[in-house]
Nanobody
């Protein structure tokens, strides 16, 4: 069994900051890329940021310069530091990871349960 557990969401005023954490646990052989997606009410889920196992990052244009994604040395956790938050950053944020479980020979996509981020104007 593999799990992704997110934490760190909440309510913040525009211009504020939040830090989201995502921790993977379970029968894991290897975690490749990790990332954060978000879904605003009435909109499709979109990629916010991703990070490869080697540490290369990719950001949505809307968050470049404000958000920073990092991983721990064990490669099992990812952290999204969100600064300069705007009301349009509001949504449910989901952690995603490409994981090879010890019971599998193939990589599968895993998702966390989501954490709410609300930015008030």
């Amino acid at each position: 069994q593999v799990q992704l557990v997110e934490s760190g969401g909440g309510l913040v005023q525009a211009g504020g900051a939040l830090r989201l954490s995502c921790a993977a646990s379970g029968r894991i052989f290897r975690i490749n890329a990790m990332g954060w997606y978000r879904q605003a009410p009435g909109k499709q889920r979109e990629l916010v940021a991703s990070i490869t196992r080697g540490g290369s990052t990719n950001y949505a244009d809307s968050v470049k310069g404000r958000f920073t994604l990092s991983r721990d040395n064990a490669k099992t956790s990812a952290y999204l530091q969100m600064n300069g938050l705007k009301p349009e950053d509001t949504g449910v944020y989901y952690c995603n990871a490409g994981i090879i479980a010890t019971t599998s020979i193939a990589e599968h996509d895993y998702w966390g349960q989501g954490t709410q981020v609300t930015v008030s104007s």
